[in-house]
Nanobody, 123 residues
Framework: QVQLVESGGGLVQAGGSLRLSCAASGRTFSLYVMGWFRQAPGKEREIVAGIDWSGGRTYYADSVKGRFTISRDIAKNTVYLEMNSLKPEDTAVYYC????????????????WGQGTQVTVSS
């Protein structure tokens, strides 16, 4: 089993920045990939960014390319999401997720999820 705990959400004005952190514990050696997803009210949960746990290959949704950066610190078992130039449409609950099944950036392949952290961007 793997446990994921997010932190770093909050309220920020449009154009501002936030940094989310996700600390993993447990059988982290079994992980292939970790990602950040978000879910806005009335919308489907969607991937924002993902990172291959061992190789560091990254994926970004088109809506955040050039604004968000995902990174990992293997020694700390932690994944980060640096969010810059935030927009009101980035408002959502952000979830950290991980997969011990396959290297994938598809939601259904993720079998571990954090509890979520709220990000609110005011206009």
């Amino acid at each position: 089993q793997v446990q994921l705990v997010e932190s770093g959400g909050g309220l920020v004005q449009a154009g501002g920045s936030l940094r989310l952190s996700c600390a993993a514990s447990g059988r982290t050696f079994s992980l292939y990939v970790m990602g950040w997803f978000r879910q806005a009210p009335g919308k489907e949960r969607e991937i924002v960014a993902g990172i291959d746990w061992s190789g560091g290959r990254t994926y970004y949704a088109d809506s955040v390319k050039g604004r968000f950066t995902i990174s990992r610190d293997i020694a700390k078992n932690t994944v980060y999401l640096e969010m810059n130039s935030l927009k009101p449409e980035d408002t959502a609950v952000y979830y950290c997720a991980a997969s011990s099944r396959v290297r994938s950036f598809i939601k259904r392949d993720y079998n571990y999820w954090g509890q979520g952290t709220q990000v609110t961007v005011s206009s």
